[in-house]
């Protein structure tokens, strides 16, 4: 296939309409609609008053005229132009990019879920209520936690419910004054520390050791009473088990601080392991990575946070009840410890529905087989690129993500950049690249539990053959890579510099 990509490289890509064969150039609607032209025929409105106070706008509002094919062609263009986990492989590692099952999505457009409202009477969405119950029981029973909050609309939503939590169990014992610190490891997801600052705490970062993990003895040194929480992901960003995890819980109570678990790899470990055993005390869990909700292209996700005993009383409303006359959301915090609400509503109802769909159709021993599967394959991609690909910490056990670096790229003049727009030209959504940061060049391959085999050995096999490509000196294909692509490389400093956010006839 390689051979033909290089042989390619040499022909020019021109054609007269600019599209190549079904991948098709989409102006912005703005450039192919026209002002003065209408898809519809609307009637003239009959004389009214407005009711604005002279506000009403006067001059044209500008929005694009189009015919309904015109239009459709619009978006389906660009549909074609997405990649997506259901057009191949996304070894998006940190994100969990899996397979969505068509059964969710056919109990999540079911009128009964689909078309309720949330301020619609609770004596009529019973059964949605029911979903978030059964819902919350099962997160519960999978992290052995006391108490869930469903509202949450992200992982990193939840990061801020579960240190509200936090922040509101430190006022309650007084010491707001001087637990101002969270402990976060340099590998953490950036979101970890934006949170804890958004609230107002400190960050101080506490280093891993050359095996990867952060270890009790080093964050032993640093606790006092200064100390509010330390957040740790696990398994880490370098897809592996923090091993410590319950001795480094113990000694962060024993400090009198907290400790928030990023949730966010939970797909390695769910059904497998409970993280109350290891004595967390916050934990969120993104639906849309480890029960697979759909994701991608900025939501909608769902990021409920489980709480231990000591942080229950501080959970966000409304909280779910059962009462005489059935399910009840309690809005009413007044007397009680809740740190309020969080957000309007009470969360992602499609997303519980999808869940939990995921949840009853795999059963327990299903969903620690996709657990084990998942670190399994990661396992595979690893021992298969191992002899070719650097690890920063050495030849170990992964979970479920691989994370290599670019030593192994070094003198070549390949970067990890340059690696990955190559894999885009031969079909494949690039890795993570570049995170976590503590690794050189980071490549972070996750490529989850529902790839078969045959799926894994191609993408080895293309690594592989890239790889080889790289280090026998032929640098100039990856530096015009990629050349099959709608768009090649973007000018992404220039974009960065000067980003233009909004469109405009002199723009174009
Ligand atoms: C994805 C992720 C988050 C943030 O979750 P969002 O749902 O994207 O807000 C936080 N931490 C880790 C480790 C993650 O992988």
Known sequence: MLDHTKAAMAETRATFTG?????????????????????????????????????????????????????????????????SIDAGLYPLGSCTMKHNPRLNEKMA????????????????????LEVMEQLSHWLLTLTNMEAVALSPKAGAHGEICGLMA?????????????????????????????SAALLGF??????AGVDGIVHAEDVASVLGP?????????????????RDIAKIAELVREAGGYFYCDGANFNAIAGVARPGDFGVDAMHINLHKTFSTPHGGGGPGAGPVVLSARLAPFAPAPALVKTADGLRLKEDIEGTTSLGRITAFHGQMGMFVRALAYMLSHGADGLAQASQDAVLAANYVRVKLRDMMTAPYGDRNCMHEVLFDDAWLAGSGVTTLDFAKAMIDEGYHPMTIYFP??????????????????????????????????????????????????????????????PVLRWSRDVA
């Not at 309650?172 to 340099?186: C, F, M, N, Y």
């Open 19 to 83: 599209d190549h064969a079904l991948e098709m150039e989409e102006p912005l609607l703005f450039e192919i609609g026209q002002a003065e032209k209408s898809g519809v025929d609307i009637e003239e409105p009959e004389a009214f008053q407005s009711c604005l106070g002279g506000l009403e706008r006067s001059d044209p509002i500008g929005l694009p005229g189009l015919s309904e094919p015109e239009t459709l062609r619009h978006y389906v263009r660009l549909s074609r132009k997405n990649y």
């Open 166 to 194: 936090i922040k509101s169990a430190i006022a309650a014992r007084g010491e707001s004054a001087t637990r101002k610190i969270v402990l976060v490891p340099q590998s953490a997801h950036g979101t970890n520390p934006a």
């Open 226 to 242: 200064d100390i509010a929480a330390i957040m740790l992901t696990n398994p880490n960003t370098a897809g592996l088990f923090e």
């Open 437 to 498: 940061l503590v690794a050189h060049g980071a490549m972070l391959i996750e490529p989850t539990e529902s790839e078969s085999k045959a799926s894994l050995d191609k993408f080895v096999a293309t690594l592989r053959r890239l790889g080889e490509l790289a280090l026998s000196g032929d640098a100039e294909l990856f530096h015009g890579a990629p050349r099959y692509a709608p768009r090649r490389r973007l000018d992404e400093t220039l974009a960065a510099r000067k």
């Open 109 to 128: 457009r079911l009128p009964g879920f689909a078309d309720i409202h949330p301020l619609q009477p609770q004596s009529t969405v019973q059964g949605a």
């Open 202 to 207: 400190e960050v101080r970062a506490v280093s």
